[in-house]
């Protein structure tokens, strides 16, 4: 298992920017995959962006494409996630996930594309109108 612990986060008006960040600690030579899920209130918790350890592949949801973007650093066994020109509709609760079951052939924005195991304890962003 790999434990994950998220920084970051906060309010911020929209339009704004926000950069998150998830340190790895435990069975850190096992990771293969990291990114980020979010929950808004009332709602399943969704895809966000991911990155492929090696050789550092990124996948995005199709509603942060072009506004987020997910960055690996190996040696420090972090993932971060540049968050741009938020809108209110990005307020949720952010998790850091890793590993698990990643689907050979859809990409994970796909529902169940990608079901990772290991997960952080989320940090809440909000964006203000």
């Known amino acids: 298992q790999v434990q994950l612990v998220e920084s970051g986060g906060g309010l911020v008006q929209a339009g704004g920017s926000l950069r998150l960040s998830c340190a790895a600690s435990g069975r850190t030579f096992s990771i293969y995959v990291m990114g980020w899920f979010r929950q808004a209130p009332g709602k399943e918790r969704e895809f966000v962006a991911g990155i492929t350890w090696s050789p550092g592949n990124t996948y995005y949801a199709d509603s942060v494409k072009d506004r987020f973007t997910v960055s690996r650093d190996t040696a420090k066994n972090t993932v971060s996630l540049q968050m741009n020109n938020l809108k209110p509709e990005d307020t949720a609760v952010y998790y850091c996930?890793?590993?698990?079951?990643?689907?050979?052939?859809?990409?994970?924005?796909?529902?169940?594309?990608?079901?990772?195991?290991?997960w952080g304890q989320g940090t809440q962003v909000t964006v203000s109108s």
């Open positions: 996930a890793a590993n698990g079951f990643v689907d050979p052939v859809s990409p994970p924005k796909y529902a169940g594309a990608w079901s990772p195991d290991s």
